[in-house]
């Protein structure tokens, strides 16, 4: 988890309110990604970003909005959470986003969405 | 169908015991294979990475990857009770334009002495 941080590392919400999760790092890494992870399906990506401003969608982005206004942070927003978004959150970070190199997570956060 | 498919276990075994984990997958472009172990409610952490087929060893561990029958392992000699974790495999093709990972389930290891 060197590098990587993730607040808050803990949240219990309400269906229909919004929660920002953010995600800050150290390392001056081009890439980062939020990652949910549940029971049955390993780890899935949310977004990711390539830069200041620069993001994309994952395989499961619905009801999720991603922000980064520098390097250093990473902003996942549920708009209106519901329960089926219940999860463990992770953040990852890779230097270019390259083939060859790996990904290195932060702890994560545990969200429930009542 | 799964790209990528993992036995979730658990699976128990005596500290001292070979351990074999195993994932299967579909697309024959993946070409980047990691392991990340991953501690109760911890993030998870890269254990081993290889590219392509071949073996790969560092310390009590070691990689295999089988392309002619998409198989990869992981295999743990000597194993330890801090060995127990769960253990995900993952891969990459070359042809990803953001590093995009798929991951297996994970599964979950007990060591116990």
């Known amino acids: 988890d060197a590098g990587i941080t993730q607040s808050p590392r803990h949240k219990v919400t309400e269906t229909g309110t919004p929660v920002t999760l953010r995600c800050h790092q150290t390392?001056?890494?081009?890439?980062m990604y939020w990652y949910r992870q549940d029971p049955g399906h390993g780890l899935r990506l949310i977004h990711y970003?390539?830069?200041?401003?620069?993001?994309d969608k994952g395989e499961v982005s619905d009801g999720y909005s991603v922000s980064r206004s520098k390097t250093e942070d990473f902003l996942l927003t549920l708009e209106s959470a519901t329960s089926s978004q219940t999860s463990v959150y992770f953040c990852?970070?890779?230097?270019?986003?390259?083939?060859?190199?790996?990904?290195?997570f932060g702890p994560g956060t545990r969200l429930l969405v009542l | 169908q799964k790209e990528v498919e993992q036995d979730p276990g658990p699976l128990s075994v005596p500290e001292g015991a070979i351990v074999s984990l195993n994932c299967t997958y579909s697309?024959?472009?993946?070409?980047?294979f990691m392991w990340y172990r991953q501690y109760s409610r911890k993030g998870p952490e890269l254990l081993m990475y290889?590219?392509?087929?071949g073996n790969k060893e560092d310390g009590r561990f070691t990689a295999q990857v089988d392309k002619s029958s998409k198989y990869i392992s992981l295999f743990i000699r000597d194993s330890q009770p801090s060995d127990s974790a769960t253990y995900l495999c993952?891969?990459?093709?070359?042809?990803?334009?953001?590093?995009?990972?798929?991951f297996g389930q994970g599964t979950i290891l007990t060591v116990h002495p």
């Open positions: 990852a970070i890779s230097p270019s986003g390259g083939a060859g190199e790996t990904q290195y």
């Open positions: 390392e001056n890494h081009r890439y």
């Open positions: 970003s390539y830069g200041v401003k620069d993001t």
């Open positions: 697309n024959s472009a993946f070409q980047y």
């Open positions: 290889t590219y392509s087929s």
């Open positions: 993952a891969m990459r093709s070359t042809g990803t334009s953001y590093g995009k990972l798929t």
